[in-house]
């Protein structure tokens, strides 16, 4: 039954992947060339696997691990190497947009021609994104992979060894005849414990739908049927004959067998008991997490400001439970091309600035000085004119005194006297005339 169901996958790949073969996987750089080492080939045989059997590779945020199991030889699977992931980028939680620096969760695929053995990280693939769950629910991004160097800006990053043996999986995998790998990306070990502590998360549903594929993967130890419809991941479902999923249209009417369906309950029922219990468990805080598409814009903004070369600050931006947004007070800009000629443009705006700013500061001071120069000769102007009047008012002084000038106190003794005269030569006169006419 788990065999019926690998082979439906494989068939619907080899069709994906028509005109791919060992060709294109010739004259690899050396690294990409590298056997793997004696003690893990030791130990795929003691594990009952081939060299060149069916590989796949799951990946756990949290825990910072990166597995990689292979297929035994009765066709069920089973871990041979497990990585300390050396870097990913973002927080726990899927990508949405391009630039929101999120490693990607999810079910991907890797075929040959998404191996890069000339990678500038010295090697790596890409995993996939967007896939069809992703294209139907809007997100975007790309050039998404694993690979070595040891820095990530939304990938899965390893050192330059552990790629060498990662890339070694896939490469004798797809030399064995297996037309494609699947990724398993999750935030963390989907375990009752683990899914109790995010159950209040923003990302929890579609947490618990990446679950159902990884609940199918322990209970079968086969890696899931993947398809999409409805927007949403469904796992080992067959659709009736004549009828397809849609990853953006409704789910066609689909099968399972009984034993995996008995299988996958029994599962179930051992996992509820245990989350209940875990409800109820003192458990470490829960690691941040991406707070959906809105911090995803908010941080890819970010990145694009950088790419321009703008002075942005160090880390990306996060946002916080109350709608706030947290930056980090150091202020840098990404040193690249883009960066240095940014760098060069706002250096050049701010010495016109500066010179713009120096001119106009100029055109006011000379304004201020003939301002000064203005009122300074209206003042001498002014002074002058009154100069001038007090001048002629002092000239025109003594005239004024002696006409209008008001009476003293000895005027009215002179007028007395004056008419005192005057009565004398009166009487005078009249006695003169009184004697001759004998008056």
């Not at 398993?184 to 109790?196: K, V």
Request: proline content about 6%; charged content about 25%; some cysteine.
């Amino acid at each position: 039954m788990f065999a019926k169901l690998a082979r439906t996958g494989v068939l619907a790949a080899s069709i994906a992947v028509a005109g791919c073969n060992d060709s294109s996987m010739k004259d690899f750089a050396p690294e990409a060339n590298k056997p793997l080492p004696d003690k893990i080939l030791a130990d795929m045989r003691a594990k009952g696997m081939v060299r060149t059997s069916s590989v796949m590779t799951r990946i756990f945020k949290e825990e910072g691990k990166l597995e990689i199991w292979k297929a035994k030889t009765n066709g069920r699977y089973d871990m041979v190497a497990s990585y300390d992931i050396c870097k990913w980028s973002g927080k726990l939680g899927p990508k949405y947009t391009e630039g929101d620096r999120q490693a990607p969760e999810g079910f991907y695929t890797v075929r040959p021609s998404q191996m890069n053995p000339r990678s500038n990280y010295h090697l790596s693939f890409n995993i996939g994104f967007p896939n069809a769950y992703d294209r139907a629910n809007g997100r975007t991004g790309q050039n998404l992979m694993v690979h070595g160097a040891c820095s990530s800006s939304g990938c899965y990053s390893m050192t330059d060894a552990q790629i060498e043996q990662i890339y070694a999986f896939g490469r004798d995998a797809f030399q064995g005849g297996q037309t494609e790998f699947q990724i398993q990306a999750f935030p963390f070990r989907m375990t009752a414990a683990n899914m109790a502590r995010y159950r209040s998360d923003p990302n929890y549903e579609f947490w618990k739908m990446l679950k159902v594929g990884y609940d199918n993967f322990e209970v079968t130890k086969v890696p899931p049927k993947v398809d999409v419809c409805e927007k949403r991941y469904v796992f080992n479902q067959v659709a009736a004959d004549g009828q397809i999923f849609n990853p953006t249209g409704p789910c066609p009417a689909t099968t399972q067998p009984d034993s995996l369906k008995s299988a996958y309950n029994a599962y179930q029922s051992t996992y509820d008991a245990a989350f209940n219990s875990a409800l109820k468990a003192s458990v470490p805080p829960p690691k941040p997490t991406i707070a959906g598409i809105k911090e995803a814009s908010i941080v890819s903004d970010w990145s694009k400001r950088r790419a321009r070369g703008e002075r942005v600050p160090i880390d990306p931006p996060s946002l916080n439970t109350d709608g706030s947004v947290t930056e980090t007070a150091r202020m840098g800009r990404i040193d690249s091309p883009a960066g240095r000629k940014m760098a060069a443009l706002d250096a050049e705006k701010a010495a016109k600035q500066k010179a713009e700013e120096q001119r106009l500061a100029a055109i006011e001071a000379a304004k201020q000085a003939k301002a000064q120069a203005l009122a300074e000769k209206e003042a001498a102007k002014a002074q002058a004119v009154a100069a001038k009047e007090a001048a002629k008012a002092a000239k025109e002084a003594p005239v004024a005194t002696a006409t209008i000038a008001a009476p003293t106190e000895a005027a009215p003794a002179a007028e007395t006297q004056a008419a005192s005269a005057d009565e004398s030569r009166v009487t005078k006169l009249k006695n003169k005339l009184l004697g001759m006419f004998g008056g």
